[in-house]
């Protein structure tokens, strides 16, 4: 009896124990995974099937929610949390997305690590209609999954909406990877690099704004005198800086050869970008204490008035003055380029995290109604003033940490990759980033010495 | 008829419990054995998209400088590491059990950083520690008339790292050592003490011979420990992978996943790594068992 009753009991904790594990299969359209959030105002609870793909159809060609789509339901998975303020104002959008269409939309805030568990999901047809991410990162590694965007784009004028540069990057990468153009992504969030520096400590020093390499030294030089430390620089973004400096001197396409096969003592540019690199260092253009631990140096611009410059994305203005808690005076101008190579002087480095719309979409329609939404009028406008981010739409204004950087995104038609392809070598980046931090922190006494650095690690 | 009957009933209680073990750990163990051997881009690519590689994604692996330094950074942590970990753990955990006054207090408070967030310890050692403005140390060299240094340059960062993850991880194997201690009984103690032995004679000649199997489990659990190391190499190189700090499940993270600017990814390469690390760890337990025999010892 005793044994009967103990087995009872197992199998009953078994039992509980699978029905515990087993979980919800129907789980992604509520909110009970955590970090999922469900918006249900508006839209009909038997919503769905053939109703819903006629609701995608013709009736919607403007823009911004101008279309019926009660029925419809969309799921959004977001790369911010729901408590950062691009979350807050994609919410805003999101509601007022429902209340006018009279869709259902459920957002997932999956936060950055997104781009772990986007691949699988999209392999396996997870109930996703959008989502954000990389923009490179959607037109090469996820372009079999994501709808050709171009018919609803042009229907809704997208290209007056948006920077130039994102649509044909995104379009070349597709054809790189898939042997056709595709138009992938939606802008949501614009990147730009740069030299950012703070207008009142050029003003205050005498300085202009440089445009050649030698014309940068000499304001490094007069800060100096005026006792304002010319430049921040955090490890991190030591290969940021240093692949800007070398795109000046070599073209993208070859750092990205010689990162991923070598020869890097075999031109003598490099040595040539190294040795005057190395001359800035001992002169003593770096901040106190860079190469610093990010983000040490970079707050340094705000936490007192004795930096003026950072090499860096456009996200860094908002990050100081957030870290500072001040609202500094920000300028950005391109990197300088150097005597004798005017060809390479003019290009940025400028990335994107965009919305993309799954291609098994039943409503890509309205999902694309509402990625407009997000990246073009007053939600952009909002999203620029409360996340501190360039507009996705140029005709909106960007907010003052943003000073300059529609001008240069505007201006850009060939943009530089992130470290302007030094990261090209995925498998031997970290040995080639400590190199560079390296010379940053004057361990190279030429650049020659630096490039057989590098090339000793081949 | 009762054994038949005994019988089914252990088949319906195991059986669910293997079959999760099969689907759960075996299949997962067995495809990505055999995806080690495959070209395959992602991690979740069906079969069908995956193109036999040989042995190549082993030769790119072992070929590769970035994986060279990984496990470079790895095997100091676990022999350096280990060294200091397991003698300071049980340094403290001979202390805690020799009858000394606060011992609950010493206790908990050397296991304290196993319960604070390992992102909030590592914040503090570099924010608090290792900055060089107004860091504790460079603080400290100043006091006594020093000059302060770059503690997280590319020379001294990885040793920063090392340094605070060794603080962070003392308290737990230290109270696994204070449990093989405490299961000691008080009477050898006694006796040795009557025939003549002092404290530092009791140690060596019953405590450490009798905490063996002890020390087995704590080299093993601190193997394991090295082995599967990535938060604390992610904190202290936030925004890129950095060499000072790689170690193997950061390079395979970036292997399968593509880094800041690169979205390359390679997920045979990444499987191989796995299965390189999966051996070591059995390399690692299989000479334990051959060093370290407990079973000659009964107390």
Known sequence: ?458 | MKSKKNRLFIIAFTLPCALSLFIMYLYPIVRTVIMSFFGVESVTARMSEWSFNGIANYQKIFSSPTFHQAIRNMALIWIVGGILVLSFALLFAVILTSGIRFKKFFRAAIYMPNIISAVALATMWIQYIYNQEYGLLNKFLEALGLEGKNWMGTDMKFWAMLVAFVFGAVGYYMLIFINGIERISGDIFEAATIDGANKIQQFFSITMPLLRSIFKTNITFWSINCISFFLWSKMFAPVNTEASTVVPVVYLYDTVFGTTGNVTRDAGAGAAIGVVLSLFIAVVYFIMNKVIKDDDLEF
Request: glycine residues 10%; charged residues 25%.
């Open chain 1, 1 to 458: 009896m005793k044994k009967k009753i103990v087995s009872l009991l197992l199998v009953a904790m078994m039992a509980t124990g699978l029905v515990a594990c087993g979980g919800n299969n129907g789980g992604n359209k509520t909110n009970e995974s955590s970090g999922t959030q469900t918006n249900e105002t508006g839209g009909e609870e038997e919503a769905g099937g053939d109703e819903t793909e006629e609701a995608g159809g013709d009736e919607t060609e403007e823009a911004g929610g101008s279309g019926d789509y009660s029925g419809v339901e969309l799921t959004y998975w977001s790369m911010w949390a729901n408590t950062e303020p691009q979350g807050k104002v994609i919410q805003a959008a999101v509601d007022k997305f429902q209340e006018e269409t009279g869709a259902k939309v459920t957002i997932e805030w999956k936060n950055r690590d997104v781009k772990d568990i986007l691949n699988s999901a999209l392999e396996s047809k997870e109930n996703i209609d959008l989502f954000e991410d990389d923009y490179k990162r959607i037109a090469q590694n996820y372009v079999k999954y994501v709808a050709d965007l171009s018919e609803m784009a042009e229907a809704a004028g997208y290209a007056d909406k948006s920077y130039a540069v994102f649509q044909t990057q995104q379009k070349a990468w597709a054809q790189e990877k898939t042997g056709s153009e595709k138009f992938t992504s939606l802008a949501e969030q614009p990147q730009v690099g740069g030299i950012f520096y703070r207008k009142d400590l050029f003003e205050k020093a005498g300085v202009e704004v440089p445009t050649t390499w030698t014309e940068f030294m000499e304001v490094c030089k007069t800060l100096k005198e005026n006792g304002i430390q010319p430049l921040a620089l955090d490890s991190a973004y030591a290969s940021f800086a240093f692949g800007y400096h070398l795109s000046r001197y070599v073209p993208e396409e070859t750092i990205s050869e010689m990162s991923k096969e070598g020869g890097w003592s075999s031109n003598a540019d490099v040595a040539a970008a190294a040795d005057s690199m190395i001359e800035f260092v001992n002169a003593g253009y770096l901040a106190d204490g860079a190469p610093d631990e990010y983000p040490n140096s970079q707050n340094k611009i705000g936490m007192s008035d004795e930096v003026a410059m950072v090499i860096c994305a456009n996200y860094v203005t908002t990050e100081v003055n957030n870290t500072a808690g001040v609202e500094l005076e920000w300028g950005l101008f391109n990197y300088p380029g150097v005597e004798g190579k005017d060809d390479l002087a003019a290009s940025a480095y400028a990335g994107a995290n965009s919305i993309a719309i799954t291609d098994y979409c039943e409503n890509k329609q309205a999902a694309f109604d509402l990625a407009m939404m997000i990246v073009t009028g007053e939600n952009d406008q909002q999203m620029a003033n409360d996340a501190g981010q360039i507009p996705a739409d140029p005709a909106n204004q960007a907010p003052a940490s943003q000073n300059g950087t529609v001008e240069v995104l505007k201006a850009t038609t060939a943009p530089l990759a992130w470290n302007m392809g030094i990261g090209e070598n995925a498998d031997l980046y970290p040995k080639l980033d400590e190199c560079v931090i390296q010379l940053f922190e004057g361990k190279f006494a030429t650049g020659a010495d630096f490039a057989k650095a590098l090339d000793g690690l081949y």
